[in-house]
């Protein structure tokens, strides 16, 4: 794989993840937002979703799901301060909608988690 960027994502905790990688999708307003190699230097509000990590044929490799924070990106760079994380290894669609059936701070969070697993049916686990 030809790594392009390098990831990094806090939590007010730790560094959660330090690597290269390809391609990086962030959950940004109502579309995602894809990060290529030379992108323009920006700062973006993220939204509860899904941060993939994408190969060169454009396939998620890895997921992360947060609770929406703050991407810093800036020569080939992205810092994503979060304030919950989950890796997708870690969950699934009916931890995930149980969860956001719940009348918690955290529902709409689970709520995220479970509409991507119905959007992407290959990855329920």
Known sequence: MDEN???KIFTPQKNVLNRKVYRVV????????????????TSLI????????????DQVQEVYFIDGGVADIADNVCNLSV??????????????EAESAK?????????AIADYFIAHPSLNN
């Open 103 to 111: 009348d918690t701070e955290e529902s709409y969070f689970y709520k």
């Open 46 to 57: 993220l939204q509860a979703g899904a941060v993939q990590i994408l190969d060169k044929n």
């Open 5 to 7: 960027l390098i990831l």
């Open 83 to 96: 304030t919950k994380i989950l890796s997708g290894k870690d969950i699934n669609r009916d931890f995930a």
């Open 26 to 41: 962030l959950p940004y307003g109502k579309v995602n937002l894809t990060l290529i190699k030379d992108r323009a230097p």
